[in-house]
Nanobody
Framework: QVQLEESGGGSVQAGGSLRLSCEAS????????LRWYRQAPGKEREFVSEIDKKGITRYTGSVKGRFTISQDDAKNTLYLQMDSLKPEDTAMYYCNAVSTSLCYLNAWGQGTQVTVTV
């Protein structure tokens, strides 16, 4: 069982930066990828970024070049460095661990709020 806990959200002016963290605890025998999602008020949850065990990363188009996903295996922590923030980045941000093998894993954190003001 894997548990995830996000932190690092807050309020920042447009153009500013924030770094989100997602600490993982517990154990799973599944191979998995780590992802960030976000959900703005009145909108569906959307994919932001992911990193796999080989360190290969993927981003949604609207954040490419501004956000950087990384992980520190020694600290069991996933990060999302967010630069050049825009008001449209305002959302609740969630981390997710999902299995890439036949075993089941789909763990979510409770979310951390990011608010970008003009």
């Amino acid at each position: 069982q894997v548990q995830l806990e996000e932190s690092g959200g807050g309020s920042v002016q447009a153009g500013g930066s924030l770094r989100l963290s997602c600490e993982a605890s517990g154990y799973s025998s599944c191979d998995y990828v780590l992802r960030w999602y976000r959900q703005a008020p009145g909108k569906e949850r959307e994919f932001v970024s992911e990193i796999d065990k080989k360190g290969i990363t993927r981003y949604t188009g609207s954040v490419k070049g501004r956000f950087t996903i990384s992980q520190d295996d020694a600290k069991n922590t996933l990060y999302l460095q967010m630069d050049s923030l825009k008001p449209e980045d305002t959302a609740m941000y969630y981390c997710n661990a999902v299995s890439t093998s036949l075993c089941y894993l789909n763990a979510w954190g409770q979310g951390t709020q990011v608010t970008v003001t003009v």
